[in-house]
């Protein structure tokens, strides 16, 4: 049974950091992308950035590019996301997924990020 589950949310204030961590089981980590994408109420689901199997290419949205960082182990079959300078309008719902764009098949039950002042 594939699972990913994400932990490391939380609430913070406005210029504070958090790093995110998705544990995957029930498939081989190393042999797929991985993306963190976010989804605030009301709104759609968001990519925020992926990375590849072997770590060489990270792809940021715009809106967190020089902020948060995506990183993975694939000894330990985890993906990371450090989130730094956080901003109110990164409140969300976060998840990692299995895949990247339309190749994503599987996505975890998510953690909550609250940015709040």
């Known amino acids: 049974e594939v699972q990913l589950v994400e932990s490391g949310g939380g609430m913070v204030r406005p210029g504070g950091s958090l790093r995110l961590s998705c544990i995957a089981s029930?498939?081989?980590?190393?042999?797929?992308?991985m993306t963190w994408v976010r989804q605030a109420p009301g709104e759609g689901p968001e990519w925020i950035a992926m990375i590849n199997r072997g770590s060489l290419l990270m792809h940021y949205k715009e809106s967190v590019k020089g902020r948060f960082t995506i990183s993975r182990d694939n000894a330990k079959n985890t993906t990371y996301l450090q989130m730094d300078s956080l901003k109110l309008e990164d409140t969300a719902r976060y998840h990692c997924a299995r895949g990247w764009g339309v190749g994503i098949d599987f996505r975890g039950p998510g953690t909550q990020v609250t940015v709040s002042s």
């Open positions: 029930g498939f081989t980590f190393e042999d797929y992308d």
